[in-house]
């Protein structure tokens, strides 16, 4: 039995012990009292009536009339004289019927009163003994009056009572549920806080979770610093603190080989010119502290423009990728402005900031990119200071020629419907965690990937109706086949609250399959609208969705900002994964990673991985699932 019930089982219990003796209590008082006057009037009536007779002739006739009538009143019950002998005179009886008062009543509360005796006097003889009772109906008719009002003040307060009772449990149960609920928090692992209630009892349970679930934080923050503070060394460079070469390039092959949006985007490079000339002006500080800002330029523009990447590749050489964003023209404008302006802001010496863009795309070379890139940035450092091309990359024919084109087109393909591609998450033992579900669309007669129509479907505003379409069709996969299936959210879609309330229909409305249904966004995304993310795991967590970030790495020191909201996975980056088997140190950092998601009941899933040696040591060093190139799911013996 639960508290609230023992609680409110006492309040009744008490309540009724209460009333019910003041009941009893106020009933008894009650009948003793009527009955000490029943018994007080029996005496005087019957003294009255004997002091009568004892004045009057003891003629039978005389006396057996002034009995008739006394008796005829109609107050008697009794009436009778006897000699003293014992022998009887006279007597007048009636039977006692109760009215206005249930019989059940008359039974419960009989009275027992004795007849008033008096003595009737023949001069100085005694001429015989009076008994007198009387009738008994108005003393129960006043009682059970008494009584049915006594119930209604009873009931009345009874009322008042357990409305009362009612508002202290309702303040009782509200700090109890939320010191239950913070409880059942901390046996999931989610480590969340709840303010102090005022009962002292709960408020020492509160502060003692609160004091744990803070703990668990701080250590997050601590651990989560120091893997970050190891990726940083592995992967940034020591000077400027964006990427180094080689973590670059990592990155730009991983995204060119990306089944989603980040298979195609814009790559640019800007060069420092003359460094050394600009390093012996300035010196050694100042230098590292020009090209340091060069790289927060950089990086604070593939931000603006979401999730973009910076590097260093040697020198005075910066290179910038923005996955998603095919937009040649604005963003070389905005690359511009941001080098023009630091230009102006050294007057010591003249600098040289040229650069070169170009459009990439899953069928690119890296090698390719990087030499069209690099001799359009050598011919824009001959043409001047701020001077800019856009490489020629590979000769690829536009599927369509306008805004209008695509428009109609993608319009057309998402009435069509999607459809969803397959790629196992595994475990451990082989076994199926999810599939990922990249969308396809059909454009121009052929299932087009993420990589070719992603950057149009978010120029065009349309990310909510292409994540709607795949929602649906993956809960109707979902409901055919029972496989649990995962699909990708676009920053749009979770920033749209009308996303959010259709999304929640969809699954209200197919209950079955949300538990199979397997949530994720990008990291990026979430560290960057924490509110958003936090409204939609709010959302749908109830309906037991599997909710997960994506491509986690550059923002893991932020794990200790998730910890409350329930998440079932992360999927690490496979630029912190490719090529682990070679590097103890990815190895001591995707080590502190999984050991830190398994505290707070995450799941660690690697991402990119290439080969089966690849996943045998991922799960060495604690990961729970695996999902790359290398991986094929596998049916094993029974």
């Known amino acids: 039995m639960s508290l609230i019930k023992q609680l409110w089982l006492t309040i009744v219990v008490l309540l009724l012990l209460a009333f019910g003796g003041s009941l009893f209590i106020g009933v008894t008082s009650s009948r003793f009292y009527m009955q000490q006057e029943v018994q007080i009037k029996n005496a005087d009536n019957a003294n009255a009536l004997a002091l009568t007779l004892s004045q009057l002739d003891k003629d039978p006739v005389t006396v057996g009339l002034l009995i008739a009538a006394q008796f005829d009143t109609g107050h008697y019950r009794l009436i009778e004289l006897r000699d003293p002998e014992g022998e009887v005179i006279d007597v007048r009886e009636s039977s006692e019927r109760v009215a206005g008062a249930p019989g ?51 009931a009345l307060a009874g009322v008042i009572s357990l409305a009362f009772a009612a508002w202290v449990v309702r303040t009782i149960r509200r700090p109890l549920s939320a010191v239950v609920a913070q409880a059942r928090d901390i046996g999931n692992r989610r480590f969340t806080t709840s303010p102090e209630p005022r009962t002292r009892e709960l408020r020492d349970v509160v502060q003692a979770m609160n004091q744990l679930s803070g703990s668990v934080h701080d250590m997050l923050g601590l651990e989560s610093e120091r893997i970050d503070m190891l990726r940083q060394r592995l992967q940034h460079d020591t000077v400027t603190g964006v990427l180094n070469r080689q973590a670059f390039l990592g990155q730009l092959d991983i995204m060119r080989q ?20 600009v390093s012996e002006r300035l010196g050694h500080a100042d230098t590292d502290r020009l090209l340091r800002t060069l790289g927060q330029e950089l990086e604070q523009l593939g931000t603006l423009r979401g999730g973009g990447i910076a590097g260093r590749l040697g020198g005075g050489d910066f290179a910038l990728l923005v996955p998603g964003h095919v937009d040649l023209q604005g963003i070389g404008h905005e690359l511009t402005q941001r080098l023009d302006a630091l230009q102006k802001k050294e007057k010591r010496v003249a600098l040289g900031l ?71 998450v595994l475990d451990a033992e082989g076994k199926l965690l999810h599939m990922e579900c990249p969308s396809r669309l059909r454009l121009k007669g052929e299932w087009r990937p993420a990589g070719v129509f992603m950057p149009w479907i978010s120029r065009l505003e349309l990310d ?29 879609s979770v920033h749209n609250a009308r996303f959010v309330l259709d999304l929640r229909n969809l699954i209200t409305s197919n209950r079955d399959a949300a538990t199979k249904l397997w949530l994720e966004v990008p990291e990026s995304m979430v560290i960057h609208d924490l509110e958003s993310f936090r409204s939609l795991c709010r959302e749908l967590q109830p309906f037991g969705c599997h909710l997960g970030v994506e491509h986690v790495g550059r923002e893991f020191r932020r794990i200790s900002d998730l910890q409350d909201l329930g998440l079932s996975y992360l999927k690490i980056d496979a630029s912190l994964v490719k090529s682990v088997d070679r590097s103890p140190e990815q190895q001591t950092i995707l080590r502190g990673m999984a050991t830190l998601c398994h505290s707070i009941g995450i799941l660690a899933i690697a991402e990119g991985v290439d080969s089966l040696q690849e996943s045998e040591l991922l799960y060495e060093l604690g990961m729970d699932g695996v999902t790359g190139p290398g991986v094929r799911q596998h049916d094993k013996p029974a």
């Open 104 to 154: 059940w009543f008359v039974d419960l509360v009989r009275f027992e009163v004795p007849p008033g005796r008096a003595v009737v006097q023949d001069g100085w003889s005694q001429y015989g003994t009076l008994s007198v009772a009387t009738h008994h109906n108005f003393a129960y008719q006043s009682l059970w009056r008494s009584t049915l009002k006594l119930l209604g003040w009873f």
């Open 354 to 424: 040229p650069s070169s863009l170009i459009a990439y795309s899953q069928e690119d070379q890296p090698a390719a990119l990087l030499a069209s890139l690099d001799g359009a940035l050598a011919t824009a450092e001959n043409r001047g200071d701020l001077a800019q091309l856009i490489a020629e990359g590979s000769q690829r024919l536009p599927l369509f020629n306008s805004h209008a084109d695509w428009r109609k087109a993608l319009q057309e393909a998402l009435q069509s419907g999607v459809y969803l591609g397959r790629f196992p």
């Open 258 to 277: 990306s089944s989603g949006s980040r298979a195609s985007g814009t790559f640019a490079m800007v060069r420092l010119a003359r460094l050394g000339v």
């Open 464 to 492: 909510t109706a292409l994540d709607m379409a795949v929602a649906r069709e993956t809960i109707k996969e979902i409901s055919r086949h029972g496989k649990p299936l995962g699909i990708n959210l676009s920053p749009a």
